[in-house]
C-alpha cells in the first residue's frame, strides 16, 4: 500500500513538471522565434511584444485544454460511480 501511495506521489509530480513545461515552452519558442528575426533578418526590437503575446496567448490556450481535459475526466469519473455508493457527504 505504501509504495502505490509513493507511485502515485511521483506521478503527480512528474504531471506538475509537464504541465510547468508545457506552459512555459510556447512563451520561448516564440521569443526565440523572436531572438532569431532580430539577430538573423536585422527586424527591429518593436517584434518582441508581438512575440511575447503570442506566447502568452499559447500558454494559455494550452492551461485550458488541460482544464478542459481534467474537467473531462471528473465527469466520467461521476457517470461510472455506483448509485447505490454510500457517501457520508450526502445529507439526503
Known sequence: MEIRNASR???QFAMVGQLGL??????????F??????TKLSV???VYIPGFILGLGASWMT??????SVV???????????PNEVNFSKHI
Do not use: Q
Open 72 to 82: 473531462h475526466k471528473e465527469d466520467k469519473k461521476k457517470l461510472k460511480r455506483d
Open 63 to 68: 492551461a485550458y485544454k488541460v482544464y478542459l
Open 22 to 31: 508545457s506552459l512555459l515552452m510556447p512563451l520561448l519558442m516564440c521569443l
Open 33 to 38: 522565434a523572436c531572438y532569431l528575426l532580430v
Open 9 to 11: 506521489l511521483i506521478g
Open 44 to 46: 527591429g526590437v518593436w
